[in-house]
């Protein structure tokens, strides 16, 4: 073989390596099932699992929240699909709704869910009919009511109100 | 030396030959290669080095967590290329690599960008190794370090050849290697059970964690760590002084 060979494949190989190994130590994946996964992001072709997205949707429509939850994890674990990052939001609200007091902690994870939308898709719609809010902007906004603390929240009325 | 009709093949430099004057225009001087063929060396060179080093420096920086064997790639402290560098200073001077046998004018741009890589992939493994070999965080981290920068920098003043450096060099990281997975691992404690579970269990060692900020590893990470750095002096070793051309 020429010796030009010898030097072009020495400059791909040292170029390819480099990118394979800086790409390793940012994406930091913890497994080499997450090197796959980071990679099909990194190039473009990252799909989720739709089979347990349909699972966790069925969970989700039960009020099986935390079960939809771990499903939805599996089918988008890059959280990188806003309408899985959705229904993960959603449940958050479902679950941690009440009629006298909203469950803070579940609140605040709904709220880092819904800002991961928010930053993927912000114009992002879904188109479930069974959902009363549509958008990330109205869950945003219901979560943050349900974590202020206001004189509203000691109104009586506020009793008959219905979980979205 | 074999002497036919028209032809003189010398075998080696030290063969003399005293010819007429007359019948030097009518001869052929052919030396025949006695060193490894071309493409051997060049394989060497251009495919294995690279490949070596690229792994070294992938694998310099990887730790496994120590309850779930997860990956954990770190990223190389300050330190570590400063370290580095120093190194390939001493490399150079030590006669172990040769600049200009490396990077030179005449060579063409393609031949010097594939020097320039395998120089880099060098540093890069370098940089690596030392990522590896210091204790992450703590006490011990500061004291390897200096220990690591004293010797480099006497080194920097010695007279060295390629061999005494190499085998200063295998001396070095292999007491360091010895000092943080073989020495400083047994001090560290194993992160199941309670705090109070482990105090109870051992408590010198988990006296020893909390005093020498230890972090816990699976001891898949000795082993990793060890064939980084067998395969980087596998390198070293079969680094040429100047690249051929």
Not at chain 1, 85 to 109: I, K, M, P
Request: a negative charge; glycine letters at 6%; hydrophobic letters at 45%.
């Amino acid at each position: 073989m020429k010796e030009k060979y010898f030097h072009f494949l020495c400059v791909a190989m040292v170029i390819i390596g480099f990118v394979f190994i800086g790409f390793l130590y940012v994406s930091e994946p913890r497994s080499l099932a997450e090197v796959t996964t980071k990679g099909q992001v990194a190039i473009g072709t990252y799909q989720i699992n739709r089979a347990e997205f349909d699972l966790g949707l069925a969970d989700f429509r039960r009020d099986s929240f935390p079960a939809a939850r771990s499903e939805f994890d599996r089918a988008d674990p890059e959280k990188r699909d806003p309408a899985t990052q959705f229904y993960v939001a959603y449940s958050y609200y479902r679950e941690g709704w009440g009629r006298f007091s909203n469950d803070d902690a579940l609140f605040t994870q709904g709220l880092a869910a819904v800002n991961r939308v928010i930053l993927l898709d912000s114009n992002f719609r879904s188109a479930d009919e069974t959902l009363v809010m549509k958008t990330p902007i109205e869950l945003k906004n219901e979560l943050e009511d349900g974590l202020k603390i206001t004189t509203s929240d000691f109104n009586p009325l506020k009793l008959t109100r219905e979980r979205k | 030396m074999n002497i036919s009709n028209e032809h003189i093949e010398i075998d080696g430099e030290d063969d003399v030959v005293e010819l007429e004057p007359a019948a030097i225009a009518d001869i052929s001087v052919y030396q025949t290669s006695v060193t490894k063929p071309r493409t051997q060396s060049s394989t060497v060179t251009y495919l294995l080095l690279p490949a070596i080093f690229l792994t070294a420096a992938l694998l310099g920086g990887l730790r496994l967590g120590a309850t779930d064997n997860a990956f954990i790639f770190l990223k190389p402290a300050l330190v570590c290329l400063v370290f580095a560098a120093l190194s390939l200073v001493l490399f150079f001077r030590s006669g172990l690599l040769d600049l200009n046998g490396w990077l030179a004018d005449d060579n063409s741009t393609l031949h010097n960008a594939a020097n320039l890589a395998i120089l880099v992939t060098l540093f890069a493994a370098t940089v690596q190794l030392y990522n590896g070999l210091l204790p992450e965080q703590g006490l011990p981290f500061w004291v390897v370090g200096f220990c690591f920068f004293w010797t480099i920098w006497n080194n920097l003043f010695a007279d060295f050849d390629a061999k005494r450096l190499l085998r200063s060099l295998i001396a070095l990281f292999g007491l360091a290697f010895a000092v943080k997975y073989l020495i400083l691992a047994n001090l560290t404690t194993s992160p199941t059970g309670s705090w109070w579970q482990r105090i109870i269990d051992n408590p010198g060692k988990e006296a020893f964690t909390w005093l020498l900020d230890l972090p816990r590893y699976s001891s898949g990470t000795g082993y990793i760590q060890f064939f980084t750095l067998t395969l980087y002096l596998i390198g070293l070793f079969l680094i040429p002084r100047r690249a051929r051309d």
